[in-house]
T-cell receptor, first 112, second 115 residues
Framework: GAGVSQSPRYKVTKRGQDVALRCDPISGHVSLYWYRQALGQGPEFLTYFNYEAQQDKSGLPNDRFSAERPEGSISTLTIQRTEQRDSAMYRC??????????FGPGTRLTVT | AQSVTQPDIHITVSEGASLELRCNYSYGATPYLFWYVQSPGQGLQLLLKYFSGDTLVQGIKGFEAEFKRSQSSFNLRKPSVHWSDAAEYFCAVALLTGGGNKLTFGTGTQLKVEL
């Protein structure tokens, strides 16, 4: 079946612009996670949802970052007033059991 | 706070040779442990996982890992490496929170396979 999809795959934006990154989880998966991966590092947790409820947003670096999952399926991670330090790979994962997470291909964000 | 250490940033092995990638974790309880592989342009693929029970777990692509509580380790092994195994490998620990599963990853080990 279809895996986790993310769009866009690549995004180049100018400093100060807002960006929205989309994640479409595996159908029926209850949990959805966002991670950020800098070059040469492992992914770092940002936030996660069970259904439409945001259960943990402790990893969001500051209030420019927000996420939503209004209907318990597709999720959007929004970064306002982007800065160069926001450049990274943003990864989404979904899970049915809460234990195994299945990752999408990621969105490579470059802020110029 | 939990943490994961992968001491080897790069490893090079010859095709057909055996492989062991090291992973150590710091966590106050028995963790849930995972190994993921990341190929260029691809997402993270789950290789194997340990939750409980038998400390030697088998995964996909001929990989296995052994949980050693006394050493806080979860090393990944493969008896004979194939050229297609060249990729970046991440060890991860799960912290269960509110019914979820927040993963903490190591910094990864880049595997190069020489033909």
């Amino acid at each position: 079946g279809a895996g986790v999809s993310q769009s866009p795959r690549y995004k180049v934006t100018k400093r100060g612009q807002d960006v929205a990154l989309r994640c479409d989880p595996i159908s029926g998966h209850v949990s959805l996670y966002w991670y950020r991966q800098a070059l040469g590092q492992g992914p770092e947790f940002l936030t996660y949802f069970n259904y439409e409820a945001q259960q943990d947003k402790s990893g969001l670096p500051n209030d420019r970052f927000s996420a939503e999952r209004p209907e318990g399926s597709i999720s959007t991670l929004t970064i306002q007033r982007t800065e160069q330090r926001d450049s990274a790979m943003y990864r989404c994962a979904s899970s049915s059991s809460g234990y195994e997470q299945y990752f999408g291909p990621g969105t490579r964000l470059t802020v110029t | 706070a939990q943490s994961v250490t992968q001491p080897d940033i790069h490893i090079t092995v010859s095709e057909g040779a055996s492989l062991e990638l090291r992973c150590n974790y710091s966590y106050g309880a028995t963790p849930y442990l995972f190994w993921y592989v990341q190929s260029p342009g691809q997402g993270l693929q789950l290789l194997l996982k340990y939750f409980s029970g038998d400390t030697l777990v088998q995964g996909i692509k001929g990989f296995e890992a052994e949980f050693k509580r006394s050493q806080s380790s979860f090393n990944l092994r493969k008896p004979s490496v194939h050229w297609s195994d060249a990729a970046e490998y991440f060890c991860a620990v799960a912290l269960l929170t509110g019914g979820g599963n927040k993963l903490t990853f190591g910094t990864g080990t880049q595997l190069k396979v020489e033909l």
